[in-house]
């Protein structure tokens, strides 16, 4: 099993371009979520899913975009990257809330210029 | 609203020296806590967790963590440091009530010195 695999790894945008990051998981887990980690801040959350078709904000949502399309796959998007943006984000995915621990990706290293 | 708190954000210690990280949490509820590590360039790994089960949980790589309900801490021990340990590790609470809430700490950043 692959576990929980992000594309792409690394990713230099420009101040307002576009871009989609891809999470896969196999392990066939109902939740999944997007945090993004800046130095001294831990890990932040950004949206999650309970389940295909579902998407909730987390804690810092503004500017990103958020599918669930498939069970498997969980699409982060930045619709106009800004330099704040620049961070590590990570995928996760869970069986449940609460009691379940969480498997996380590798994570994506985004820089906005 | 839960919390958690991570005393430290960095931690250093000798090879073969104890190690502890501190936690301490708020919760409203029984809560369930982690610690995850972070090696450099990777995702988080599960070290432990504890369940509401026995209150002193072991882990991998012989970490392990007691859950003190009076003092509201977590700490991650190890009695032996080992170069291999050092990584950013992750306090984080789970709050069973009212659906999904995880919430992790800031970090604290161990370094082992040989």
């Known amino acids: 099993n692959a576990g929980v695999t992000q594309t792409p790894k690394f990713r230099v945008l420009k101040t307002g371009q576009s871009m989609t990051l891809l999470c896969a998981q196999d392990?066939?887990?109902?939740?999944m979520y997007w945090y993004r980690q800046d130095p001294g801040m831990g890990l932040r959350l950004i949206h999650y899913?309970?389940?295909?078709?579902?998407?909730a904000k987390g804690e810092v949502p503004d500017g990103y975009n958020v599918s669930r399309l498939k069970k498997q796959n969980f699409l982060l998007g930045l619709e106009s990257a800004a330099p704040s943006q620049t961070s590590v984000y990570f995928c996760a995915s869970s069986y449940s809330s609460g009691i379940n621990q969480q498997f996380f990706g590798p994570g994506t290293r985004l820089t906005v210029l | 609203a839960q919390s958690v708190t991570q005393l430290g954000s960095h931690v250093s210690v000798s090879e073969g020296a104890l190690v502890l990280l501190r936690c301490n949490y708020s919760?409203?509820?029984?809560?369930?806590l982690f610690w995850y590590v972070q090696y450099p360039n990777q995702g988080l790994q599960l070290l432990l967790k504890y369940t509401s089960a026995a209150t002193l949980v072991k882990g991998i790589n012989g970490f392990e963590a007691e859950f003190k309900k009076s003092e509201t801490s977590f700490h991650l021990t190890k009695p032996s440091a080992h170069m291999s340990d050092a990584a950013e590790y992750f306090c984080?609470?789970?709050?069973w009530g009212g659906g999904f809430k995880t919430i992790f700490g800031a970090g604290t950043r161990l370094f082992v010195k040989a």
């Open positions: 899913s309970v389940g295909e078709g579902t998407t």
């Open positions: 984080a609470v789970s709050d």
């Open positions: 919760s409203s509820v029984p809560p369930y």
């Open positions: 392990m066939n887990h109902e939740y």
